[in-house]
């Protein structure tokens, strides 16, 4: 059955848009309030594609939110469980934010700008709500924004090539998960070496639309020769990788350490962030349940809601968050929270699905 969304000004397109639809766009799914475009042509042909070539992807839905101020820092830290004390200006930060019973909010890229300035690059949340409600019952002084920023990610074994032509050879020699500024006629972007994908890459960071669409098209002006295609982030390949989905793989109700963010917590330097004390007490009584990898011998799988995971003896250990056939291993790949007791490697599962029984094991992340 086809199904339309229908748009207005609570789901925003982006400036790319209008691109996207030129080029084929298939689907799209809705992801802080804004299009996602999700499919080009057919998963396992972008999945290879991805991983030998370079893909350009309309990631603008990643909001940013700007956070500058005298008490700026202090608010940043009371948001995330991660130590950012020693952060450095130039470097972005995987950063899981948490309330105060020690839940995700979000997993952001969290980049630091000036000493007290931020932009926190976020996931599928209200991140904005967030910030401002903590900010007000403080007393803070701080200014919080969405800024005007939509990001175009550079992903694939050839994004360094592709991106070394378009910006010069400095981009070469920027390092993972730091940023800089970059021009490309006569306008500065910033640009950080990171993305939601294994295969390296870049996202840039534009904040004029002219410019944009500008340099969008200058990158298909010059992508044949690096076989460049419009993509999406391709769920086979960042499953595999072990890049979990805010939303998808863990929500609210997962505290970090079910996620497997341990070293993201700091819980023992005299850093204060919301739910410190509850993460402790959640680390010192031990988890119930953890992310997992799984493979499950099916070639699709619908996870529009999660599913029960079974074990052969009939009893529910876990949910299955998220899966796609993978290419690689000729089944489907999935990631799941099962229950602690049953994480266990090549552990047997089954799944019941339109009363068939579907069989599969657990396996670490990445998948390998």
């Known amino acids: 059955m086809k199904t339309f969304i229908t748009r207005s000004r609570r789901l925003r397109g982006t400036p790319f848009t209008s691109r996207l639809e030129k080029q084929g ?16 042509s057919s998963p396992e042909e972008e999945y290879n594609h991805l991983k030998e070539h370079v893909q350009i992807w309309d990631v603008s839905v990643q909001r940013e939110i700007e956070i500058s101020g005298k008490d700026s820092s202090e608010l940043i830290q009371l948001m995330t469980c991660r130590n950012l004390s020693s952060s ?6 995987y950063a899981p934010l948490v309330d105060s019973d020690g839940g995700i909010i979000n997993d952001p890229l969290v980049y630091k700008l000036e000493e007290n300035k ?18 007000s019952a403080k007393k803070f002084e701080v200014n919080i924004f969405e800024a005007k920023v939509d990001t175009l ?39 950080s070496k990171s993305g939601f994908s294994k295969q390296g890459g870049f996202e840039i960071h534009t904040d004029n639309i002219d410019g944009a669409l500008e340099l969008y098209d200058y990158f298909f002006k010059i992508g044949k020769e690096f076989n460049l295609k419009p ?40 850093i204060f962030f919301l739910g410190k004390e509850n993460l402790k007490k959640i680390k010192e009584k031990g988890i119930k349940n953890k992310i997992m990898g799984v493979k499950i011998d099916s070639k699709f799988i619908d996870v529009s809601q999660g599913i ?23 089944k489907t790949v999935g990631i799941a929270m099962i229950k602690k007791d049953f994480c266990n490697i090549s552990e047997k599962f089954q799944l019941k699905i339109n009363n068939k029984l579907i069989s599969g094991e657990i396996c670490d992340l990445p998948i390998i």
Request: a positive charge.
């Open 153 to 191: 990610a550079i992903q694939g074994p050839k994004s360094v090539k592709i991106m070394e032509k378009v910006f010069g050879k400095e981009i070469m020699n920027l390092k993972f998960f730091k940023f800089d500024y970059f021009t490309f006629n006569k306008r500065k972007y910033l640009i």
């Open 88 to 93: 450095k200006i130039g470097s972005c930060y």
């Open 308 to 330: 029960p995971i079974l074990n052969l003896k009939n009893d529910m250990i876990g949910q299955l968050r998220s899966a796609a056939y993978s290419p690689k291993f000729k």
């Open 25 to 40: 766009v298939k689907s799209f799914t809705v992801y802080n309030h804004m299009l996602l475009p999700t499919t080009f």
């Open 231 to 270: 993509g999406t982030p391709n769920h086979p390949e960042r499953i595999e990788g072990g890049l979990l989905s805010y939303g998808s793989d863990m929500d609210i109700f997962n505290n970090p350490f079910e996620c497997g963010f341990d070293k993201y917590v700091d819980l023992n330097s005299d």
């Open 118 to 135: 931020w932009r926190v690059c976020i996931a599928d949340s209200d991140v904005l709500l967030f910030a401002k409600g903590i900010a």
